[in-house]
């Protein structure tokens, strides 16, 4: 189903893997990324493997409460939560709780594909008169933008791996389908992500 939702802002329609790719590719100092359940995390995943990726299995919602745990238990580390719109009009209150206690090392991203994808592309609130970005700003997410393009994908990226935060980046995408999913072995995935963030041994 292509993602027809209506234009309430300039940003064009882009890709999840791309701008997955082009957000892994950027990493060099052993940032931690969790993936959201379903799309989010498949890609991340298609995206290559990386011992700091979490990719959670089961529920909707939860990326950036446990991005935001990761980002308080380890603030050398910045951590990157990826999240689909469905998933995050779920657990909208994460937003408020994180921006008042404002991680700098924090950035929540949500792919914004106006539709629950991977149950039957049922319409999210967003395919009506939802702005992610309207909402991080009122829960306190001052540095919150929809990524325009590709290029500005990758300048706010920049930006997070450079400057204080919490980040909010908002992309709007288009209904493609992961390739490959992430294998489902939900022990194997928590002991690499812990070895992956040092905290337990290699
Ligand atoms: C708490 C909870 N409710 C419902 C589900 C069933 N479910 C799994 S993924 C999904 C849709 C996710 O939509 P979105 O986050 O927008 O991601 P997309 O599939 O569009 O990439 C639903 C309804 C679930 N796993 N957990």
Not at 91 to 100: D, P, R, S, V, W
Not at 114 to 122: F, L
Request: with cysteine; glycine share 10%; charged share 20%.
């Amino acid at each position: 189903m292509a993602n027809d939702a209506p234009f309430k802002h300039n940003s064009k329609m882009m890709n999840r893997l791309d701008l997955t790719t082009r957000l892994v590719g950027k990493l060099k100092n052993d940032e931690a990324v969790i993936g959201g359940i379903g799309n989010s995390n498949f890609d991340l995943w298609n995206a290559g493997p990386r011992a700091q990726n979490f990719y959670m299995l089961g529920s909707m919602g939860l990326a950036a409460p446990i991005a935001f745990g990761v980002a308080l238990a380890q603030p050398q580390r910045r951590v990157f939560a990826l999240e689909g719109d469905g998933s995050l009009l779920m657990q909208l209150g994460c937003l408020a709780t994180i921006a008042n206690v404002a991680p700098k090392n924090l950035t929540i991203i949500v792919w914004d594909n106006a539709m629950y994808q991977i149950t039957g592309s049922q319409k999210t609130a967003s395919a009506g008169k939802a702005d992610f970005v309207e909402i991080a700003r009122g829960a306190g997410l001052a540095q919150s933008a929809w990524a325009n393009d590709e290029a500005d994908f990758e300048r706010l990226i920049d930006a997070t791996l450079a400057g204080d935060g919490p980040w909010f980046i908002a992309a709007r995408i288009d209904g493609s389908t992961p390739k490959g999913q992430t294998p489902r072995e939900p022990v194997a995935i928590k002991d690499n992500f812990m070895r992956g963030i040092a905290i337990k041994p290699a």
